[in-house]
Nanobody
Framework: QVQLQESGPGLVKPSQTLSLTCSVS??????????WAWIRQPPGKGLEWMGAIGWHGSTYDNPSLQSRTSISRDTAKNHFTLQVTSVTPEDPAVYFC???????????WGQGTRVTVSS
């Protein structure tokens, strides 16, 4: 079964760029019909789909995030990344990098990583 591990700094300052990495094991991010997503859950709120990248390299994002997100990948390292620019106090959350064979409905999840925004 695919394993996903989110990693990155647990604390970022306002206006800085948040960079997170999802390391993938037991599966290739280039496997046909696979999608690799970033989803976050702010405290006390539901899950928010941020974006995804498909096996073919095409990216998808949530327009409600006002173009502050960027998803990329490194196929040699078999990981994909998320960058959120100009972070604000509204960005703290637990960030997940789930995957699946359907863009909108990921089925494999990792543990998530918590991000705090503070000066």
């Amino acid at each position: 079964q695919v394993q996903l591990q989110e990693s990155g700094p647990g604390l970022v300052k306002p206006s800085q760029t948040l960079s997170l990495t999802c390391s993938v094991s037991s599966a290739s991010i280039t496997s046909r019909f696979s999608f690799w997503a970033w989803i976050r859950q702010p405290p006390g709120k539901g899950l928010e789909w941020m974006g995804a990248i498909g096996w073919h390299g095409s990216t998808y994002d949530n327009p409600s995030l006002q173009s502050r997100t960027s998803i990329s990948r490194d196929t040699a390292k078999n990981h994909f990344t998320l960058q959120v620019t100009s972070v604000t106090p509204e960005d703290p959350a637990v960030y997940f990098c789930p995957s699946g064979d359907v863009l909108e409905v990921p089925s494999q999840w990792g543990q998530g990583t918590r991000v705090t925004v503070s000066s």
